[in-house]
């Protein structure tokens, strides 16, 4: 877990690059005959944000939109926007292609005039991200058809230079509390710990494979035949080294790669094509582990390692009897690595968590070997190889195969076949779970196996566990299944990415409201306290609460029966009446009207919370005291608790 003074740094820094504008605009007018102008808009970016193209596909970021003023029917356009080369990538935040720009753009509008004028506003609607909030803004632009150029001052909703007699201020108590946030750790990735025991677990599983568990007495063997009891133990531990430093070797080529482009592994891992071959390629797998055919190393390299082990002393000689073990047992290890391998760089740490996730796994495949070394005796106790281990295979196999339908989905949700929506996917799991049952109930054998063997208790123990997890994932599959199969949350696909169409806009079929005055009065009627919730239609963090937070049973019991809940969406460009427009007046004399529903949610945010990014959630009671600190993106415990704490204030 990182520690928590720099999350409070990361904190701190983000609140002054959020307080800021990330984009500015520059406008220029090129003449190109008497009446005939081009408009161009340069957007200038801060180093990590992305402004988002015109031309996005649906259920990515907000599309940037230009709105021309032309009441008086002046001038007339000429085609569309004409944008710069804009960088087509996998964006992680969204899960799918998404078009943008980064550091500057280049936007041109051809017109015509009709009548003579000095100037032509619009407005430009944008979206920027970074690698953690997602910022919603609008800026007037202004083009003076004499040829000058402007640079366009960002009206910034979090400055505090609006005046106090503004329609959106609200008589907040207890805003010393909006100093601070709650802790919000859940921001950085996995722990590198939580990395390590992944790979430990995922080298114990190696280690009781058919390759590899027989191993270890014939190993040990060899060097308790040693003569120098002192020697052997040391080459014992040499051994169990070397094989730490052999697994910890396949991620140096991933540390090149990283130090070209950071995102390249990302970009790799979540490029549709290869999610599509590591498809087939964890298909392959489990099929070897059904025992169908073998993936092994060419044994002509085998044989040459193993003879160089045999023939060259000293700990040269040990490190190639590592380099043997290594590639006799890859027909086991390697499908259990590639898990390794795929899930370590689709993650945002890159390679360096695939080193450390090689570093776990190696550990558990050496300790064994060097424990067993240095303690003979302890091989009495070590279970006897058997029948066990080819069960323990066909297992991995259909973990193998669950695993191969993840990847599958992964290029279904980017290319938005919709092959792999959510019921069908946790289908696929069902009869995966089903068949592993049925096997393990000794209902089926493979063709490789004896006819003749009957199953053990322990056989028919876990093959009733796996049918009882067939039937919990069940409910999973109905209309209002949603919020059910909570274990596999953020590996399944989305809810919202349903066979079943879904009539209420509120999360997981709350209440919501949308405007804060009439949520507030209901909660007033309902005398019940508000959890304010600032979020945004394109905010993938808002959704990841909502889908793993939200769907907790405490957390859900918590907000539905003692909360009333308002979403305020800062992105939603629905357009208010007229009669409901509001004009905010700055210090300087600048004017800003408020004319969507997203910009009344944005700036009622900002002039009353003094934040702009999303998630973002605050409990007030109905009297407008804030009951403690507000929250952002973080995990289901300290969501919870932050519940709890609220209602503990009222």
Known sequence: MKNNFFILIFTALSFLGYSQNPITFETNVKKISENSFELITTANIENEWRLYSQNLSPGGAIPTEF?????????????????????????PIFQVEQSYFENQSTFTQLIETNTKSDNISAVIA????????????????????????????????????????????????????????????ALTSNSYLNLFIL???????????????????????????????????????????????????????????????????????????LNIFFFIVFVLFAFSFFGFYEITIPSSWVNSIDSKSNSIGGYIGVFFMALTLVLVSFSCTGPILGSLLVGSISSQGGAIQLTIGMLGFGVALALPFTIFALFPNLL?????????????????????????????????????????????????????????????????????????????????????????????LFPALLQNGSDKARLLSGFTPPAFYSVYSNSNDCPLGFTCFKDF????????????????????????????????????????????????????????????DVKDFITL??????????????????????????????????????????????????????????????????
Request: proline share 3%.
């Open 517 to 576: 005055d009439s949520g507030l009065s209901y909660a007033k009627s309902q005398n019940k306290p508000i959890l304010l919730d600032f979020t945004g239609w394109a905010c993938v963090n808002c959704r990841r609460i909502e889908e793993n937070v939200w769907t907790d049973p405490q957390v859900y019991s918590l907000i539905n029966d003692n909360f009333v809940l308002i979403s305020l969406y800062v992105d939603d460009r629905k357009e208010l």
């Open 126 to 185: 944008y979206q920027a991200c970074d690698d953690v909030v997602c910022i919603f803004r609008e800026a007037n632009l202004i083009f003076n058809l004499d040829g000058s150029s402007l640079t366009i001052e960002n009206l910034d909703l979090t400055s505090n230079i609006y005046e106090n007699d503004n329609a959106l201020s609200i008589d907040l108590k207890n805003t010393e509390l909006l100093s601070t946030i709650n802790d919000s750790s």
């Open 67 to 91: 709105i021309f003023d032309n009441k008086l029917k002046s001038f007339n356009l000429i085609g569309g926007v004409k944008e710069s080369q804009s960088i087509i990538k996998f964006d």
């Open 380 to 472: 009495t106790k070590l279970p006897k190889s058997g029948r066990w281990m080819n069960t323990f295979k066909v297992i991995l196999g259909f973990l193998e195969l669950g695993f191969a339908f993840k990847f599958l989905s992964n290029a279904d949700l980017v290319e938005h076949w919709g092959i792999l929506k959510r019921e069908v996917f946790i289908g696929v799991w069902v009869l995966i779970s089903l068949s592993l049952s049925m096997y393990l109930l000794g209902l089926y054998k493979f063709p490789h196996e004896s006819k003749n063997v009957t199953k053990s208790n322990f056989n028919l123990i876990l093959g009733f566990f796996v049918l009882g997890f067939s039937v919990y």
């Open 199 to 273: 790979g430990f677990v995922g080298g114990l599983l190696a280690l009781l494979t058919p390759c590899v568990f027989p191993m270890i007495p014939l190993t040990v063997s060899f060097f308790t035949s040693n003569k120098s009891k002192k020697s052997s133990k040391f080459n014992a531990v040499i051994y169990g080294i070397f094989i730490v430093g052999i697994y910890l070797s396949l991620s140096i080529p991933f540390h090149f790669l990283d130090s070209i482009d950071p995102e390249i592994l990302n970009s790799i891992s979540t490029n549709a094509g």
């Open 585 to 650: 007046k700055y210090k300087s004399g600048k004017e800003k009207i408020i004319k969507t529903v997203g910009e009344k949610g944005a700036a009622f945010q900002a002039i009353n919370f003094k934040s702009a990014s999303q998630p973002y959630y605050v409990l007030l009671n109905n009297d407008l005291r804030i009951l403690n600190k507000p929250i952002q993106y973080t995990s289901k415990d300290k969501y919870l608790n932050w519940l709890k704490e609220g209602l503990d204030s009222l």
